[in-house]
């Protein structure tokens, strides 16, 4: 089948002289169609490379395909090409491949060959001559083993197994099954709120973005992790941390991780699991490998570690208790300095992350919010689930209209709540986080499916704010991991509550069962050993609503430990009637967790909500962790409320009149973060202004229609930016622009449309647009889409040989 390649190879803008378009088109057409008739090119003759070059390179080819071989990979061919495609020993790409290739052969049939030397060596000193034995006489009758004796090989087998996986002789079949067990596990993602219909990983995973001082140095998040050895990654909750480490387990075992041509082994380690534990690091990864199915790893690890060949994935130094953090911290990094090339990649919320990492790892990146673009691409794999009559740009729509949603749908779990209650159910969006998910819990805990529920939704939602404030609490009490709890513990936590709701104490099993079973606000883990919420956000909502009659303690609690009870602050104001008094003391404690609770608290004296925003007002442009000062101001602004208006007001003014580089930038970014439409015409207006484009292009589909108007007067920077949002609405807006009479307009827009056909959604709804007659007329390349089968009337022929016909004549 001919690949769509084409278009998606272009450069974005036109960056040679005529002759070489020309050339350009050349190749495009070969690409598309068997017609061409190809040429041998002529080179220049170059003076021979020294032989030692050539050995020199020959050896390293030979080193790769050694550690591939003995890490029972498969052959890396591409891989190992594209890194030294670009030598200077004057090797082609087809002679790397071939030398590449044949000493993989080579050493992988002496492997093979030395069998029996392996089981002498390796198996018969870890079984002993009566296992072995065993071993072969199953081995030799198992065309004539039946039915009982089948049952008996497979428990011998597994027990054989289960004893030696970790010998070289094991080496294979132990990172087989390492294999089989991720996908197993990570192939899936289960939606705790429709434990039966799981989603693909694959399909669901949309690439993530990461910073790492400004937006405008947004990189791919895999792209950082190819480029650099160690990583710390940080981001909200929520916004795919350990989605992201799932994903590259994932890919390991489907072979598919291209970015590490060495092909390192992940090993995936939550680090909330290490809490009170005296037990060595190396001894978690042996754990963690036994969980899936690669038990006695103990020699591998070990060996592994030594040579680099693992990835060490540590998901969540968030989730370790604030009084083990310093000594976990202190394991990982004394791991890191023996093993000095060993690749890493640590995780992290942005609010708790206090630099521990900073001198251990190449950078430290944040995932940052989706983009409306990845928001409409995470949707689009929900499409096939919703009912009749809605759609994501129906959804996207609603999204828009509700400007605190949005924001919080730009992490991908609450995104994740909203596409499915979207799909499966009746549910409106409201316009407020705090009822957001008070009513989405509600849902979750009686309406859906209520012909099946034992209980009454009170019942479980009090059950539930019990232990969510037990969890948030056993961490600072016991030192324990605050994310989970064992089930004896958390029964006998039910069962004190039953009495107080009319419950007699042996239907504690079937409430539990029935809050996990049906609602999936909490999860069984640990083959059903430990218990916890879905999501930390989620009990930290359920902690807010415990504690919501008594605010001294939440207080007291934020004041011993401001890290873990920051977010339920914040959403305490959202349920409460009035915030004044919880606000004033916050603000006593920590000034900025106050101002960011002034956009969840629906009522706050407006003295005090002044004196807060006159305080940061003269602090806006000043550095803070995650943005915190500049998405504060959007979250305040962004509410319709007389004061949100006038913090609007405020940020409009000073991107219009400030004259401090730093106050303009962060005002940008303030309105960007309001996700309101008049925030886009106030940015607009200041175009002009370099800081602009970047917090325009983060509003998505709001600031398209802005953009397109300077598109057509002539901006190229506007169609930049709408090449960056990247959306279906980004790509209709400059499809016209291809019949525009200033042709370098036309050419312009011709190079931007060609970067955003590669997108499978932008391809289908191109393929709807309605052409006028006139376009139609227009000169265009027919031959460009003869090769792929198009529905007749589409217009995607047209389109893209118009995009083909303008490149052609483009000019430098």
């Not at 890194?83 to 087809?94: C, H, V, Y």
């Not at 197994?161 to 991720?182: H, M, Q």
């Not at 103990?298 to 030594?306: A, C, G, I, M, T």
């Not at 706050?604 to 006159?614: F, K, N, R, S």
């Amino acid at each position: 089948m001919i690949q769509r390649s084409h278009l998606q190879q272009l450069p974005l803008k036109p960056k040679f002289p005529l002759a070489k378009h020309r050339l350009l088109m050349v190749f495009f057409t070969a690409a598309l169609t068997s017609s061409i008739i190809f040429t041998p090119a002529v080179h220049p003759q170059s003076p021979s490379p020294s032989p030692s070059a050539r050995q020199e390179l020959k050896a390293e080819i030979h080193e790769y395909a050694k550690r591939h071989v003995d890490n029972e990979q498969s052959l890396q061919t591409e891989a190992v090409v594209n890194i030294f495609s670009s030598n200077k020993a004057g090797m082609s790409r087809g002679e790397i491949g071939k030398i590449y290739e044949k000493e993989y052969t080579r050493l992988k049939e002496e492997q093979d060959a030395d069998l029996l030397y392996k089981i002498k060596k390796d198996l018969l000193k870890d079984l002993g001559w009566v296992s072995a034995v065993i071993l072969f006489l199953v081995l030799i009758f198992r065309d004539v083993i039946t039915g009982w004796v089948t049952n008996l090989f497979n428990t011998i087998w597994t027990w054989i197994y289960n004893r030696c996986a970790g010998s070289k002789f094991f080496r294979s079949i132990s990172l087989k099954r390492y294999r089989d067990g991720l996908k197993e596990k990570h192939n899936q993602l289960k939606i705790p709120f429709r434990p039966s219909r799981p989603l693909s990983l694959k399909d669901i995973f949309v690439p993530l973005k990461v910073t790492g001082t400004h937006d405008s140095e947004l990189i791919d998040a895999y792209r950082a992790i190819a480029t650099n050895r160690r990583l710390m990654v940080t981001g909200s909750p929520g916004s795919g941390k350990s989605l992201l480490l799932r994903h590259i387990a994932l890919r390991y075992a489907l072979e598919d991780l291209p970015e590490f041509p060495e092909q390192p082994i992940p090993v995936l380690l939550e680090l909330h699991r290490l809490s009170n534990s005296d037990k060595l690091l190396k001894d978690w990864f042996v754990d963690a490998l036994a969980r899936d199915d690669f038990p006695r790893a103990e020699k591998f690890v070990d060996h592994s570690l030594e040579s680099n060949n693992l990835l060490l994935l540590f998901d969540g130094l968030d989730e370790v208790t604030s009084g083990e953090r310093h000594r976990i911290v202190g394991q990982i990094k004394d791991l890191l300095d023996k093993y000095p090339k060993c690749r890493a990649i640590i995780t992290c919320r942005t609010a708790v992350y206090r630099g521990e990492f900073n001198d251990a790892v190449d950078k430290a990146l944040e995932i940052v919010d989706f983009s409306d673009q990845q928001i409409q691409q995470f949707l689009t794999s929900w499409e096939k689930e919703m009912q009749e009559g809605k759609s994501v740009e129906q959804l996207m729509q609603t999204l828009h209209n509700r400007p605190r949603i949005m924001a919080i749908a730009r992490n991908p779990l609450i995104l994740t709540i909203i596409a499915y209650l979207y799909a499966d159910t009746k549910f409106i969006l409201p316009h407020s986080r705090a009822e957001f998910y008070q009513k989405s819990t509600d849902i979750l805990l009686d309406t859906w499916h209520q012909e099946h529920n034992q209980f009454q939704a009170r019942e479980k939602r009090l059950v539930l704010r019990h232990l969510a404030l037990l969890f948030q609490d056993s961490a600072k009490q016991h030192q324990q991991d605050k994310r989970s709890m064992n089930y004896q513990t958390l029964l006998a936590e039910v069962k004190t509550v039953l009495p107080g709701l009319n419950i007699e104490e042996e239907k504690a099993v079937p409430l539990l069962d029935e809050i996990v079973e049906r609602s999936g606000l909490l999860l069984a883990i640990d083959g059903g050993e430990r218990y916890q919420f879905a999501h930390l956000t989620l009990q930290e909502f359920f902690a807010a609503a415990a504690l919501l009659e008594k605010a001294d303690d939440l207080v007291t609690r934020f004041q011993i430990d401001p890290d873990a009870w920051r977010e339920t602050v914040k959403l305490w104001c959202g349920l409460a009637g009035d915030s004044t008094t919880l606000i004033s003391k916050v603000c006593q404690i920590d000034p900025i967790t106050a101002f960011q609770c002034l956009a969840d608290a629906p009522n706050v004296d407006p003295g005090l909500a002044t004196e807060i925003i006159t305080y940061f007002q003269v602090r806006l442009g000043a550095a803070s962790v995650d943005n915190a000062i500049e998405k504060a101001f959007g979250n305040v602004a962004a509410n319709t409320s007389f004061r949100g208006k006038t913090v609007f007001q405020f940020l409009a003014d000073t991107l219009a009149t400030g004259s401090e580089e730093a106050r303009i930038i962060a005002a940008a970014n303030a309105l960007s973060f309001t996700n309101k439409p008049e925030a886009t015409q106030a940015l607009v207006q200041q175009y002009s202004q370099p800081e602009v484009s970047q917090a325009l292009i983060r509003m998505g589909d709001l600031a398209v229609l802005p953009l397109a108007d300077l598109a057509v007067r002539g901006s190229e920077d506007a169609l930049d930016a709408l090449l960056a949002i990247g959306t279906v609405n980004a790509a209709r807006v400059i499809v016209p622009l291809l019949w525009q009479t200033q042709t370098n307009l036309a050419y312009q827009g011709a190079w931007r449309l060609a970067g955003l056909l590669q997108q499978p959604n932008i391809e289908a709804v191109l393929r709807n647009y309605s052409l006028t007659e006139e376009q139609r007329r227009a000169k265009w390349l027919d031959w460009i889409w003869q090769p792929f089968n198009e529905p007749r009337g589409s217009a995607l022929p047209i389109i893209a040989g118009r995009i083909a016909y303008l490149i052609s004549k483009s000019p430098d």
